[in-house]
T-cell receptor
Framework: GENVEQHPSTLSVQEGDSAVIKCTYS??????FPWYKQELGKRPQLIID?????GEKKDQRIAVTLNKTAKHFSLHITETQPEDSAVYFC????????????FGSGTRLQVQP | DTEVTQTPKHLVMGMTNKKSLKCEQH?????MYWYKQKAKKPPELMFV???????INESVPSRFSPECPNSSLLNLHLHALQPEDSALYLC??????????????FGPGTRLTVL
């Protein structure tokens, strides 16, 4: 089955700096890669996603890149703000077979004011 | 309505109790999910319903019993739980099954404590 590894497990940055979180996946059939943000005590919320036919996607300060050959994808947050502090989960899924999200282990991002 | 709702928000139960968690969505989504989330861990898939039929059961113990009465509702019936079942139980929904169906939207969860 699919296995998703996520690094780093914790990340501390100064406000205004950039943050990068990386994930690798094992199943080359995976073709949809969402990123979720979960603040303390709240639900996971989708912040951005990417499909395998696209190499990069951007939404304001957030971007995701995908390298299908290397089987890794990354979340980039620029000009970080204290409200970006949360746990971020990457996930992968395919259109056939099990068709259920496999999550990475999560990254706790702390943005220091 | 663009939200998944869950009740109750918090639940404390003894090991001999029977209780139910409820999830509702009115987005016309045909896939619904139950996840269990322990502190500092990712959501762990329990069940998937597609068009009101159980599609995936991740070998969950029978003390957890899911039910999908209609396309908008998803229940999780709990009986004879163990203290290690204490966790945040999240419901999610999507247009279709993950991948082709795309984005899963999560409810706020039920914080369950088993004494």
């Amino acid at each position: 089955g699919e296995n998703v590894e996520q690094h780093p497990s914790t990340l501390s940055v100064q406000e205004g700096d950039s943050a990068v979180i990386k994930c690798t996946y094992s199943d080359s059939a995976s073709n949809y890669f969402p990123w979720y943000k979960q603040e303390l005590g709240k639900r996971p919320q989708l912040i951005i996603d990417i499909r395998s036919n696209v190499g990069e996607k951007k939404d304001q300060r957030i971007a995701v890149t995908l390298n299908k050959t290397a089987k890794h994808f990354s979340l980039h947050i620029t000009e970080t703000q204290p409200e970006d502090s949360a746990v971020y989960f990457c996930a992968a899924v395919q259109d056939t077979g099990r068709r259920a999200l496999t999550f990475g282990s999560g990254t706790r991002l702390q943005v220091q004011p | 309505d663009t939200e998944v709702t869950q009740t109750p928000k918090h639940l404390v139960m003894g090991m001999t109790n029977k209780k139910s968690l409820k999830c509702e969505q009115h987005m016309g989504h045909r896939a619904m999910y139950w996840y269990k989330q322990k502190a500092k861990k990712p959501p762990e898939l329990m069940f998937v319903y597609s068009y009101e039929k159980l599609s995936i059961n991740e070998s969950v113990p029978s003390r957890f019993s899911p039910e999908c009465p209609n396309s908008s509702l998803l229940n999780l019936h709990l009986h004879a739980l163990q203290p290690e079942d204490s966790a945040l139980y999240l419901c999610a929904s999507s247009h279709g099954l993950a991948g082709a169906g795309g984005t899963q939207y999560f409810g706020p969860g039920t914080r369950l404590t088993v004494l």
